[in-house]
Structures are given as structure tokens and as C-alpha cells.
């Protein structure tokens, strides 16, 4: 396979050239499972595994392959298989916090050009988990579109369309209905031959079936969402690179019921630029929007030109981003410590020896 339809280009060859002089080469990763990598190089698919030294200077999961990155592999192609002994540097990378009490980042797919959003227009309908999947698109570095799936079940498609454009500003907005193949060829532009395109969203928003439809077969297995509340099951149970018939490449990911963020600087106020601006006419700089006189925000709430759900959303998520960043600010402090005094210990013990 021609390594560009994997999405190979300049970013990746300027950073692969010391290594080609030394007689590696490269792969992307298709499939990451626990111990091993599932790669595609320009010659064939490779099963994989790192090398000691990566995993030993990897500090974190985040320094580890994940699907969508290029590596630097010597390959043993009679065998089938191939040792993984860098990661090239990521253009794009969408992360998360990992799911429960553990402060750590998950990376859900890197060097992707556009991630779409996917949610259903059925009962699962929520603008305000757009808004927060809106700011880990920004954040990721690709460029995010709003797919709205099962147009056919939505009874006022009109009032969810201006839902939406009131809080994707400046996204594209594409609506489908994947089970009967309206609106797919729409999505055909962001699909072209070497672009990566990630599918994100929750739980039986129709994911699987977008991924069926495009690659003109079934490759992902569909269940039925609950009756009652409209939630799925997570039909797909990895991350996988595939490459469609048109030349473009997909990253299908596992259904998301808990969405945590794991950073927010760019993201939020990309994704409520309209609130940012506000706060920028605000009398005072450090403006809490509350009962301040002159408060720009406030008094967009009271003339009806700023949702109040929007705000207290926008709150939420610059909390949650804030109080992020304090969970990451201890842990490096506290990492900091136990390193130093590794060194200390060991620079005693060379002493006494």
C-alpha cells in the first residue's frame, strides 16, 4: 500500500529522516491491544511489539503507540511481525481522562485531520454534550464536524438544527440517517485519499452503522439502543484504522458514556467563543459573572441573547477544566518529588559504596 493513502507526508517524513538513514522504516498503527500492535506499512500488515528501551523511557500511557500513530519499526516481513522503536511526533492527538478516580490521559486516536461528532436525533439528543465534545475536538488539534444521526426519527428537525448551531459556532453541520443512507454522501469531502477521520460520540448514536455504510460491508456488529431512553450498548469493543473504498481512513472508537476532560485551554473557549467575547466588555478583568456591576455576560442573560443553560454549562465545563489542571499540577509536583529522591538514595549509596 502507498504509504501517502495511509496518510503519510511532509510533517511525518521531516521527522522520520534520522531514522532512515539508519535503516528503519515505518508503519502506522491499526489496532492496539494490550501488549501488541496491529500496524500497516507500505508492504503488508504486521503484528508488533515495543521494544524494552521505549517502554522503559515511556513515563506515562500517553508516551506508549496508540491507533493512528506512525512508528519507526525494524520489520521482519517473512515472519510477519515487527518491533516498534519510536513514535513519530503526533500532528493531532484526542485525549481524555482516564474513566474513574485515577488522574491520567487516555489517547483515543492521534494525527487525525477531522473528527466527526456523531449524535443521534432520538431521545439521546443533548446539546450540552456537544459542547463538551466540542472542546476535546478543538483541543485535540483536528478540525471537528457535527454528524446528526437518524434524521428519519426526529420529530421537529428544525428546532434540533438551531439547537445545535447555537453552540457548534462556526462548525459544519451535516445531517444523515446512516440506516437508510440519506445525507452520506456529505460526509464524501472530509473523506478524500490520505485524510483520517475519527468517529466519536456516545453509545448508539450510530457509529457502527456510519462505519458499515462507508466501507460498503459489515465490519462492525449493530445492536439495537435501550427502548425507554434511547442509550446503546458499545457495539464497538476497540479502536481501529480502516481504510474506506474512496482512498480515506477512519478511526472508529468505543461509545463514550463517560466523557471526562483532561484539558481545556484551547478547547473552551474555542467552543464558547461567544461567552469568551462577552467577558472581554466586561467592567472588571477578573469578572465572575455574577452579581459584578457591569457585567457584559449577565446582561446578555437578561436581554435574551445568551441561553442561560449555555452559561451554567460553560461554568461547569471551566471548573472542571480548572480543577484538571490543579489534579495535573500535584501529580507532576508529587512525581517531581519521588524522582529526586530516587536520585538522592541512589547518589548515597554510591558514596557508602
Known amino acids: ?18 531514522y532512515r538513514h539508519q535503516g528503519f522504516t515505518v508503519a502506522r498503527v491499526v489496532i492496539e491491544c494490550r501488549n501488541t500492535y496491529i500496524l500497516q506499512s507500505d508492504r503488508l500488515e504486521l503484528s508488533a511489539e515495543i521494544t524494552g528501551k521505549l517502554r522503559y523511557r515511556a513515563a506515562e500511557r500517553q508516551d506508549l503507540p496508540a491507533v493512528g500513530d506512525w512508528v519507526v519499526i525494524r520489520a521482519r516481513e517473512g515472519e510477519g ?43 439521546d439528543f443533548n446539546p450540552r454534550r456537544i459542547e463538551r465534545y ?5 483541543e485535540s488539534g483536528a478540525n471537528p464536524v457535527i454528524v446528526l444521526n437518524k434524521a428519519d426519527l426526529c420529530l421537529n428537525l428544525e428546532k434540533c438544527l438551531a439547537e445545535v448551531a447555537a453552540v457548534a459556532l462556526g462548525v459544519p453541520i451535516i445531517t444523515i440517517s446512516a440506516a437508510t443512507s440519506q445525507g452520506l454522501d456529505e460526509l464524501k469531502p472530509y473523506l478524500q ?35 425507554g431512553d434511547d442509550r446503546g450498548k458499545h457495539t464497538t469493543s476497540h479502536r481501529e484504522l480502516m481504510v474506506l473504498p474512496g482512498g480515506g481512513l477512519m478511526i472508529d472508537t468505543p461509545g463514550m458514556r463517560e ?14 467563543a461567544d461567552i469568551e467575547n462577552l467577558a472581554q466588555q466586561c467592567r472588571f478583568r477578573d469578572c465572575q459573572h455574577q452579581q459584578e456591576p457591569g457585567c457584559a455576560v449577565q446582561k446578555a442573560l437578561q436581554q435574551g441573547r445568551l441561553d ?9 465545563l471551566h471548573k472542571e477544566v480548572k480543577y484538571m489542571e490543579r489534579k495535573q499540577d500535584q ?9 529526586w529522591k530516587k536520585l538522592t538514595k541512589a547518589m548515597r549509596n554510591y558514596k557508602k559504596g
Open 193 to 227: 485519499p490520505g485524510q483520517t477521520v475519527a468517529l466519536l460520540g456516545s453509545s448508539g448514536v450510530g457509529k457502527s452503522t456510519i462505519t458499515n455504510q462507508l466501507m460498503g460491508e459489515t465490519v462492525q456488529t449493530v445492536q439495537a439502543v435501550r427502548q
Open 259 to 272: 466523557i471526562q476532560l483532561w484539558a481545556g485551554d484551547e478547547g473552551l473557549p474555542e467552543t464558547f
Open 1 to 18: 500500500m502507498n504509504l501517502d493513502l495511509l496518510g503519510w507526508n511532509d510533517f511525518f517524513a521531516s521527522s522520520f529522516e534520522p
Open 134 to 138: 466540542l472542546i476535546l475536538a478543538w
Open 331 to 339: 501529580r507532576e509536583y508529587i512525581a517531581e518529588k519521588e524522582k
Open 308 to 316: 442561560e443553560s449555555r452559561f451554567l454549562n460553560y461554568q461547569k
Open 81 to 123: 511481525t515487527a518491533t516498534i522503536h519510536d513514535i513519530l511526533p503526533r500532528k493531532s492527538k484526542f485525549s481524555r481522562k482516564t474513566v474513574g478516580a485515577k488522574t491520567a490521559e487516555q489517547i483515543v486516536a492521534t494525527n487525525v485531520d477531522t473528527v466527526f461528532l456523531v449524535t443521534g436525533l432520538d431521545g
